[in-house]
């Protein structure tokens, strides 16, 4: 059955090829045809799908098989070279957007004000060692810049609080 099916439709497609010679020629007539072709290659004790495609489509395969292969593989050889050159244009589009994107994000953050409360501010982390001394300092002193999310963003907008 399955076989049978494919049949159809191999036939089916190299009769919608033939539809733009043979529309001139028959016009309105040409639809009825068509309906009746379908009809029988579409009847199973016809097996007029397995006829049209042993008659017509499978020689006319066979006879231009390399000629197909190569379309083929020139198709997909065009179609690579195209998705490659998609793709490193993509990349390029990503880098400059995303460049300009953490630029803004940068931006974005030095205008949020900054909250003056104890609990926004940082504390020292204050460690004592056997001997009593202080060890580490906090991690950002007053003065110091917070680490920038885009490289070009000036230190000034974003001086930690």
Same mark, same amino acid.
């Given at each position: 059955?399955? !076989?049978?099916?494919?049949?159809?439709?191999?036939?089916? $497609?190299?009769?919608?090829?033939?539809? #733009? =010679?043979?529309?001139? *020629? %028959?016009?309105?007539?040409?639809?009825?045809?068509?309906?009746?072709?379908? !009809?029988?290659?579409?009847?199973r004790?016809?097996?007029? $799908?397995?006829?049209?495609?042993?008659? #017509? =489509?499978?020689?006319? *395969? %066979?006879?231009h098989e390399a000629q197909i292969d190569d379309g083929l593989e020139f198709t997909r050889q065009q179609a690579s070279k195209k998705g490659l050159e998609a793709k490193d244009m993509a990349l390029q589009l990503i880098s400059r957007k995303s460049h300009d994107i953490l630029k803004l994000i940068g931006m974005l953050v030095a205008s949020i004000p900054q909250e003056t409360s104890p609990t926004a501010q940082a504390k020292p982390a204050v460690q004592e060692t056997d001997t009593g001394s202080q060890g580490a300092k906090s991690a950002l002193d007053e003065g110091d810049t917070a680490p920038s999310i885009a490289g070009d963003v000036d230190a000034e907008a974003t001086r930690s609080c």
């Open positions: 059955m399955a !076989v049978l099916l494919d049949c159809v439709w191999v036939v089916h $497609a190299a009769g919608a090829f033939v539809d #733009a =010679v043979f529309l001139e *020629l %028959l016009g309105a007539n040409l639809y009825l045809l068509k309906l009746a072709i379908l !009809v029988y290659m579409a009847m004790n016809a097996q007029g $799908a397995k006829t049209v495609y042993s008659q #017509a =489509v499978a020689p006319f *395969l %066979l006879r």
